[in-house]
């Protein structure tokens, strides 16, 4: 559109006016972006490339900085315990995590996705705890979750079971979290959920007339349909489970006996408690690479699980094109 | 597949840089809100600003106030301004000495880690005759010096002790523990006074101790957590000695007659003292205010000795200090002095005086709810690990971790040589 403008404009050399106006034009769209360009610049690229730079070096909050190259990498990796601890930690409970919430947020959007009344109140009711702050979450969840006077301990009574106190119980504490995290799910329910409603209802209609049933039906249809909205949620999920740090902070602390002392929370003390900034930011920048391999594989991995329908007509194409190049023209 | 690449790169980091936002801008905000609120002198005219962080909360809080509002009246053209930093302390500060806008006077203990970013307060203290340093106890100066340099004026200081809440002991017709008493002596009272059935405890060990606090059973029983020059923790740290005592504390809880106190959703010990659940509790003299309100009849006694051995203690001391980089370092000491002065100490009732002459003149000392607090003192003349190594810190995330295992039933000597094995190398 700029350039039928321009060239309108050259054709009316006369005025000046127009000129002026294109001068406009061209800037502002950048204008628009620029608040938020300039937000990533300063307040996110520059913080991390910052980073980036501050793990190379002994950096304390008091006291002086050192350049010592790879040295808090190095000693990330050959002589820090907790390091491994919190990390595998932060595996087990990952774990844990991801399946579960990728079932349980699938499960309650296909619960949703029935067209029974009331559905409006349960897409509010499951999807209000999101809105709930992390903070506040962590707080219900430690009345909860409380050996002594804890309502889930009480309901447990009720049927004759002694609850143990769960965030105070090295075996139990990690279990706590993963269900007190499965929390607060509602958007990847709901992201889920507009992803069934995408689902061409004639799929089903045929595959009903072929003579499937209802599981048939979920697992030829709407897991495939729905794959790359479960590949989302995927990682997004595993990502999340990496930075799980709220509730570690204010539910347990990473206690008991560093029973949930995630790798995010190890990272927080390096940085917050014991002032390594530099190792910590090392910490961090380690954090990144494992999440992106993560990433990475499961991507590579998406290739066999994941269908998208665009692709049913370009993957033939794709090999003829391989196949010779003769036919180009 | 470049292109894909490119792709999944900057999707996980755009993922994790706005999944981060939300959590990890806690600390940032706090800082900025410290460094916004003092920009010391800036603009203020005439009026000479003197910003002083404190990590009182409530009525400690208000007192401080009380005090800095007498030094305002007694210094006209002075501003002082309080800033609380309660459980942020440690991290406003640091942010504070980091941005180079620290404030200009401080509560101060953890002196390792601080006295780069202090000013040494030996020439002040030495020549100002209104202090009157020799007024105060003894020994308190060796908890603020760090290679001969002074960082921080006393301020106030507790000793710990054992309440024990005498109904309780009437009710089980138990007498009530006297100075001199054994660790033997303590584990049976406790013993007596426990009943499951009505979770009812002689005594509370906490989920989360603080290492300094135990140095004085590990003294009392001759260990120490690092060798006297600071170079050694194999052989002291998860000595038979230090072990024992720390064993103690699990022998009890294995036992049901110490219950586990004040971990996550649960009670602190100090709440269910009040409670009239616990009969015994060991800690300094803060909560005894709050005891008393609590219609709590508390007696307090020193702690039980290790048969055949001298009971030991440990000294929680704060000092006040001033930043190396303020700009108003006179006033700065104008006001540290008049914060230790007789009138201010009198003032501050939430910790113990640090001058003899203001406990003789309370008769503080004759008191037998606040006697022990001194007959203490007396028995703390050991120097505690952190100021023996300047990485104490690291050594102490590991002896920290040993002691939460004993509490949780491992057993102390295992616990200890594994934290030995795991910090040697800080050592290094």
Known sequence: MAQTYSQTAGNNAASLKPRRKRGWGGAAPYLFIFPWIFGFLVFTLGPLLFSLIISFFDWPIVGQVHFIGLGNYKSMFTDDPLFWKSLGVTLRFAALFVPFNIAVALGLAILLNQNTKGTAIFRTAFYLPSVISGVALAMIWSWVYSGDYGILNYFLSIVGIQGPDWLNDTKWSLVAMVVASLWGQGSMMLVFLAGLKGIPKDLYESASLDGAGVIRQFFSVTIPMLSPTILFNLITSIIAAFQQLTLALLLTGGGPMKATYFYAMYMYENAFKYYKMGYSAANAWFMFLIVLTLTFLVFKSSEAWVFYEGEMKRKPQKKMKSGGKGKTA | ?428
């Open chain 2, 1 to 428: 597949m470049k292109k894909k690449l490119t792709f999944i790169v900057l999707t996980t980091a755009l993922t994790m840089a706005a999944l981060t936002a939300c959590g990890g801008n806690n600390g940032d905000s706090n800082g900025n809100a410290s460094s916004q609120s003092g920009n010391s002198g800036k603009g203020s005219g005439e009026v000479k600003k003197l910003r002083f962080a404190t990590w009182d909360t409530g009525d400690a809080l208000k007192i401080e106030q009380d005090i800095a509002k007498k030094f305002e009246a007694d210094h006209p053209g002075t501003q002082v301004q309080v800033e609380a930093y309660a459980d942020g302390f440690d991290q406003k500060l640091a942010a504070g000495f980091g941005a180079t806008n620290p404030p200009d006077v401080m509560y101060m203990w953890d002196f390792p880690t601080y006295h780069r970013s202090l000013e040494p307060l030996n020439s002040y203290a030495d020549s100002d005759k209104d202090l009157n340093k020799d007024d105060f106890y003894s020994g308190l100066f060796n908890y603020a010096t760090i290679d001969n340099n002074l960082y921080g004026i006393p301020a106030g200081f507790t000793t710990r002790v054992v309440y024990y809440n005498k109904k309780m002991f009437d009710d089980a017709g138990v007498p009530y523990p006297k100075d001199g008493w054994t660790w033997d002596d303590f584990q049976s009272i406790a013993a007596k006074l426990s009943d499951k059935s009505k979770k009812q405890y002689g005594f509370g060990v906490r989920a989360e101790n603080d290492t300094y606090d135990l140095q004085g059973f590990v003294w009392s029983n001759g260990g120490s957590y690092i060798s006297d020059d600071g170079t050694k923790i194999d052989g002291f740290m998860n000595s038979k000695e230090t072990a024992g005592a720390v064993q103690l504390f699990g022998d009890m809880l294995k036992n049901n007659s110490a219950v586990l106190t004040g971990g996550k959703g649960q009670q602190s010990g100090e709440d269910i003292f009040k409670g009239g659940k616990i009969a015994m509790w060991e800690s300094g003299i803060w909560p005894l205010e709050s005891f008393k309100q609590a219609g709590i009849d508390v007696g307090t006694v020193e702690m039980p000795a290790f048969p055949g051995k001298p009971v030991k203690g440990v000294v929680a001391e704060s000092a006040l200090s001033i930043a190396k980089d303020s700009k108003q370092k006179e006033l700065a000491w104008e006001f540290i002095k008049y914060y230790v002065s007789s009138e201010a100490i009198k003032m501050r009732v939430a910790d113990l005086p640090v001058r003899v002459s203001v406990v003789n003149e309370l008769k503080k000392d004759q008191d037998p709810l606040y006697k022990p607090y001194y007959t203490m003192l007396e028995r703390s003349d050991n120097t505690p690990a952190f100021l023996l190594n300047d990485k104490w810190n690291e050594v102490n995330r590991q002896l920290s971790a040993a002691v939460e295992a004993v509490v949780h039933g491992s057993n102390a000597q295992d616990a200890l040589n594994q934290a030995v094995k795991d910090s040697e190398r800080y050592l290094k």
